[in-house]
Antibody
């Protein structure tokens, strides 16, 4: 069974940093692109970032560029999101979601259960 | 930036056809996906590449995409289909989601 498990969320002060992790199992992690998608409380979905299967290609939403860094460790079947200079508007549930094989930009399936990040003083 | 527009809400009676639209400039030239999200749960892919259903998704879910509008159609809508639905497409290496549509099955 394909599983994605996020961790690392929590309460952080404005301007602070947090590192999220996504542990994958049940599939050949190194063959698939991976994504982070977030959802503010009571709001819609917002794509954050994508990393290709090898890590060669990386994409960010404009509002995250320069503050967030996506990475992966295929040996550990894990993906990460380093978030710096956090703002109140970054408060959201952060989901990891698998993309298609390789470097394609396509659908997100499946999704993890999400980890809540709260930015507040 | 590229925008996708969905109606905030759609209502349907059980057993009837529900149609949820997603509009964007020249959207028909892009692949569209649809996600279902029930309260307190993670999104689930229900349609990808305009009209393909992932394994495990009921046949009553279908999709189309032409011109500036993509449509998710649920035939024989059931109470269990009540959820938020989001369309999604890629534009210039950026994934874009619609604002979401709350489907109410009355």
């Amino acid at each position: 069974e394909v599983q994605l498990m996020e961790s690392g969320g929590g309460l952080v002060k404005p301007g602070g940093s947090l590192r999220l992790s996504c542990a994958a199992s049940g599939f050949t992690f190194s063959s698939y692109s991976m994504n982070w998608v977030r959802q503010a409380p009571g709001k819609g979905l917002e794509w954050v970032s994508c990393i290709s299967s090898s890590g060669q290609y990386i994409y960010y939403a404009d509002s995250m560029k320069g503050r967030f860094t996506i990475s992966r460790d295929n040996a550990k079947n894990s993906m990460y999101l380093q978030m710096n200079s956090l703002r109140a508007e970054d408060t959201a549930v952060y989901y990891c979601a698998r993309g298609p094989e390789g470097s394609g930009l396509n659908y997100f399936d499946p999704w993890g259960q999400g980890t809540l990040v709260t930015v507040s003083s | 930036s590229y925008d996708l527009t969905q109606p905030p809400s759609v209502s349907v009676s059980p057993g009837q056809i529900a149609s949820i639209t997603c509009s964007g400039d020249k959207l028909g030239n892009k692949y569209v996906c649809w996600y279902q999200q029930k309260p307190g749960q993670s999104p689930v892919l229900v349609i990808y590449q305009d009209n393909k259903r992932p394994s495990g998704i009921p046949e009553r879910f279908s999709g189309s995409n032409s011109g500036n509008t993509a449509t998710l159609t649920i035939s024989g809508t059931q109470a269990m289909d009540e959820a938020d639905y989001y369309c999604q497409a890629w534009d210039s290496d950026t994934a874009v989601f619609g604002g979401g549509t709350k489907l109410t099955v009355l």
